[in-house]
T-cell receptor
Framework: QKEVEQNSGPLSVPEGAIASLNCTYS??????FFWYRQYSGKSPELIMS????GDKEDGRFTAQLNKASQYVSLLIRDSQPSDSATYLC????????????FGKGTKLSVKP | DAGVTQSPTHLIKTRGQQVTLRCSPK?????VSWYQQALGQGPQFIFQ???????QRGNFPDRFSGHQFPNYSSELNVNALLLGDSALYLC????????????????FGPGTRLLVL
């Protein structure tokens, strides 16, 4: 059974702080991981994708992948109230064009 | 450049009825995947269409069926609706990888919110 686990939160951080979101996965078959942001009542929006071990930075966002530990994380620096949303971690399965297995999401609240 | 579009945005049905949801992929994309997202949960994969055929399927009963048209747009049909089918239905489009086993990012449409009474 392929599973992606996330702490549902809510995670609350003050404005300007670093928010750290974590995700673990059960099946080593996944080679691709994705972080989506979902505002209440809206559809998921891609923030980052990561395929290789290590860090990948894009603006205020840094994704980290550790395949040996089956662990993915997302750091948000200088958190803003507009970052308040649910963050979904997803693993890609099924070969080169498969499907996404999502965690339940972590709700982040950034307090002004 | 138009993104992924879905229709309708909201739908109310009663138990036992049938529903059809529609999706147009992002320009340049040829693969459509459908997901169901219940309240408070992450999206769950229903199935994926490419070249007008169902290529992969998640753990959903055959009450859920689909179709892809030559212009890459897609429909999701659900028969004999149950209360538990109430959810946000998401369509995601992507482009088939041109070379080797690489992943192409899936982009989501705005979703169709289905309420079954």
């Amino acid at each position: 059974q392929k599973e992606v686990e996330q702490n549902s939160g809510p995670l609350s951080v003050p404005e300007g702080a670093i928010a750290s979101l974590n995700c673990t996965y059960s099946d080593r078959g996944s080679q691709s991981f994705f972080w989506y942001r979902q505002y209440s009542g809206k559809s998921p929006e891609l923030i980052m994708s990561i395929y290789s071990n290590g860090d990948k930075e894009d603006g205020r966002f840094t994704a980290q992948l550790n395949k040996a530990s089956q662990y993915v994380s997302l750091l948000i620096r200088d958190s803003q109230p507009s970052d308040s949303a649910t963050y979904l971690c997803a693993g890609g399965y099924g070969g080169s064009q498969g499907n996404l297995i999502f965690g339940k999401g972590t709700k982040l609240s950034v307090k002004p | 450049d138009a993104g992924v579009t879905q229709s309708p945005t909201h739908l109310i049905k009663t138990r036992g009825q049938q529903v059809t949801l529609r999706c147009s992929p992002k320009s340049g994309h040829d693969t459509v995947s459908w997901y169901q997202q219940a309240l408070g949960q992450g999206p769950q994969f229903i199935f994926q269409y490419y070249e007008e055929e169902e290529r992969q399927r998640g753990n959903f009963p055959d009450r859920f069926s689909g179709h892809q048209f030559p212009n890459y747009s897609s429909e999701l049909n659900v028969n004999a609706l149950l209360l538990g089918d109430s959810a946000l239905y998401l369509c995601a489009s992507s482009r088939r990888p041109r070379q080797g086993p690489s992943w192409e990012t899936q982009y989501f449409g705005p979703g169709t919110r289905l309420l079954v009474l």
